[in-house]
């Protein structure tokens, strides 16, 4: 069965720079959700869509954007970045029909130097 | 603001054991509960989700169960194996629109099964 696809899945930056993650969600899943896993810690929501609109917000930097496009994949970019930003950055999808379970890809790993 | 705890932080066994996870949360007010499994630098494989309004969910040697009302999750895995040794999350979702945005984590217990 198809999975969330993710890429890069390793990214090494030097800090100021720009990154951008992609994720390719689960056919017909309409939704997109971005977590952030610092080293050792669990995820951090930060921010979803639901049909190509922002539907929900959490701990995302101001430095940091994000958008789902028509086909309903998304990009999360990261500008200035700092090194605090090194994380495993997880997308996850889901059918807004279902009763919310969360479909995970295996994450990009971002390192800033 | 809602908090997942999960003891203990880590658990070490031998293989063929039963063994139990728990998970509390501090605001019964939840939409569902999800239980996954990270390997070390990996995604999180969901394992089991569970409605609000289910008590529990079984698949294969795993068991779930959830007690809304004193904010409490047990994952039970039956006949441990050395290919269990994982990270194992549990994470509740608020309800709301449409309940499954900002899943909030606990920190997970590391399971380690020896052969």
């Known amino acids: 069965a198809a999975g969330v696809i993710q890429s890069p899945r390793h990214l090494i930056k030097e800090k100021r720079e720009t990154a951008t993650l992609k994720c390719y969600p689960i056919?017909?899943?309409?939704?997109v959700y971005w977590y952030q896993q610092g080293p050792g810690q669990d995820p951090q929501f930060l921010i979803s869509?639901?049909?190509?609109?922002?539907?929900d917000k959490g701990s995302i930097p101001d430095r940091f954007s994000a958008q789902q496009f028509s086909d309903y994949h998304s990009e999360l970019n990261m500008s200035s970045l700092e090194l605090g930003d090194s994380a495993l950055y997880f997308c996850?999808?889901?059918?807004?029909?279902?009763?919310?379970?969360?479909?995970f890809g295996e994450g990009s790993r971002l390192t800033v130097l | 603001k809602q908090e997942v705890t999960q003891i203990p932080a880590a658990l070490s066994v031998p293989e063929g054991e039963n063994l139990v996870l728990n998970c509390s949360f501090t605001?019964?007010?939840?939409?569902?509960l999800q239980w996954f499994r990270q390997d070390p630098g990996k995604g999180l494989t969901s394992l089991l989700l569970?409605?609000?309004?289910?008590r529990e969910q079984t698949s294969g040697r795993l068991n779930a169960s959830l007690d809304k009302s004193s904010g409490r999750s047990t994952l039970y895995i039956a006949a441990s194996q050395p290919g269990d040794s994982a990270t194992y999350l549990c994470?509740?979702?608020?309800?709301?629109?449409?309940?499954?945005?900002?899943?909030?984590f606990g920190k997970g217990t590391k399971l380690t099964v020896n052969p």
């Open positions: 996850a999808s889901s059918p807004s029909e279902a009763a919310g379970e969360l479909f």
């Open positions: 056919p017909r899943h309409d939704t």
């Open positions: 869509f639901y049909e190509k609109m922002q539907s």
């Open positions: 605001d019964s007010a939840i939409y569902n």
């Open positions: 569970i409605q609000s309004s289910q």
């Open positions: 994470a509740v979702a608020p309800p709301g629109q449409g309940g499954s945005e900002k899943l909030v």
